[in-house]
């Protein structure tokens, strides 16, 4: 390089090129600072809308409430029933809001190198279980087909952090099931095992509006939405992806996606998780021609076993199962029924319900801990509650501070019932296939209640927020799945319609009286028979109105829970009687 008497500077061509390159790499992160500032400033003006459209509503239903109160017009009975239902519209909006600001902490976390994956032992049939009705109701909610296969053959027992599998899989799906419009989304799970490592590949196939090939390569970056323009009219974050791609980077997987603009697309991440131990899945086989089943039999021939519970469906299922594994079965429907059969006769095992009338299985379990002399032909026994309380430190608490050896929660699928029995008796194990007998049982929520039937009423209680689909809806397929095959589940059905009218009475009862002890055991009862029959919806609003009444027992918020349980009451009868009218038309289509 040059200079010349009057500043002019005279460049080599080599350093001319350096120059000419600096300037373009200074333009070239111009244009990514600009363009990365540009994803910000869209992805601010669209949690703008995510976080402003729930507020709202929170607002404004806050609003009506305190009209509500105040119109001094209105009796209080509707008073109570509008409140209700718009702090229904509080719930889900705040709901909304929640799921927005932890997807803004979770890639706010990653991006920051202060989040952590935190491994523990877990079985992904019991994941798999959790997830796969959750997104059929989802899926059914846009009238959606939602299917499922997974390689039976894989390891089960393994360690990672389930929370966020579990994650990285929702999000996956649910971002299907919000792209598509009509059609179907897929699951599919196969992988490979090695000695001491399964790769999971989690596949999710949909027939959705698909992705354009120049926005492949922005789909997993942070604050990035690709296809604004056609993709404006679906709620989220847009944050589900990129969180996805970091997950799986901390934990050593992948991911990888192939689309067909207008056509769908398919997303399959790769996850690697260490085998605790040899056991497989063996619940799921691919759907491919006719669909088969392998079930683990296991027989226990000659042995007894006494099942207590108050609900009829669950003891048809209970000993079904029971008779599949050439076991003798009684069967009893209360607690002192129980104990008279407890010291007479010797089980090999006895089942007993939490939750009912006049004895729960608690207080049986009390007795017979606090007089072993009386009930000595039994000793030994293993005792397992049966209970629909799944939540995380009940086993322990039934287990350490009640007295039982064992817990099994309702309802219980074949399977697990097989892995309990063999725990704790000695049989003969057989694996066999089985046709599944599913086809011709109607697509779920197939038939629905006759015309003018009713449903929960606005404003009136209803099921809980953000439930899918009507009340009264079935997944037959759910149905088949837990009763374990086609017979046994219409047996259940015609079992559930058989107490129809004995059930409407205790309830009518029970509100008559304000006797919301016994109005809360029915409700249980129905929530975990529902459930059990694939009504996921019934069961869900069951749980709510039972809840409610939980609170109300013990005295909390006592002037909003009763509101709510006498609010609700209308809506709870209506749609308990539309399920069982759509219970009957899918046994009459077989």
Known sequence: MESLSDDRVILTKEEYQKLLDSNERLADAERRANAANKAKSDFLSSMSHEIRTPMNTVLGMNELIRMTLGDPELPIGEKIGRVVGYADGIQHSGEMLLYVINDILDISKIESGKFEIRPAPYHIKKLIDDLIPLFTINAEGKNLSFTADVDEDLPGYIEGDEVRIRQIITNIVNNAVKYTREGSV????????????????????????????????????????????????????????????????????????????????????????????????????????????????????????LVVDDNMTNLVVAKRFLEQMRAEADTVSSGKEALEHICKYHYDIIFLDHMMPEMSGVKVMKEIRNNPDKYSVNDGTPYIVMTANAVVGAKETYINEHGFD?????????????????????????????????????????????????????????????????????????????????????????????????????????????????????VHALKSSSKTIGAMNFSGFSMTVENAAKELIEGKNIEKNLGYLRGSYRSYKAAYSALCDNLRKIREAG
Request: charged fraction near 30%; hydrophobic fraction near 35%; charge should be negative.
């Open 186 to 305: 897929h699951l599919s799970i196969s992988g490979r095992a090695a000695e001491d490592e399964v790769i999971y590949d989690v596949a999710v196939r949909d027939t959705g509006i698909g992705i354009k090939q120049e926005n492949l390569v922005h789909l997993f970056e942070s604050f990035e939405r690709v296809d604004s323009a056609e993709t404006h009219y679906i709620e989220g974050t847009g944050l589900g992806l990129a969180i996805v791609k970091n997950l799986l980077d901390l934990m050593g997987g992948s991911v990888e996606v192939q689309s067909e603009y207008g056509k769908g697309s398919i997303f399959t991440v790769h996850i690697p998780q260490p085998v605790l131990s040899d056991e497989k899945i063996r619940d799921y086989m691919p759907e491919v021609g006719p669909r088969f089943l392998k079930k683990r039999r296991y027989y226990i021939e000659g042995r007894k076993i």
């Open 406 to 522: 064992g817990y099994i929660a309702k309802p219980f699928r074949f399977s697990e019932l097989v892995d309990l029995m063999s725990t704790y008796i000695e049989g003969d194990e057989v694996v066999e296939k089985k046709p599944d007998t599913s086809a011709g049982m109607g697509r779920p929520g197939a038939g629905g209640p006759p015309p003018g039937a009713g449903g929960p009423m606005a404003g009136a209680g209803g099921p809980p927020p953000g439930a899918r689909g009507e009340v009264w809806d079935v997944n037959i397929e759910a149905g088949i799945d837990t009763c374990g095959d086609k017979d046994t589940f219409e047996i259940v059905v015609d079992t559930y319609l058989e107490i129809e009218q004995e059930t409407a009475e205790k309830l009518e009862e029970c509100q008559k009286n304000d006797d919301w002890e016994n109005y809360r055991i029915q």
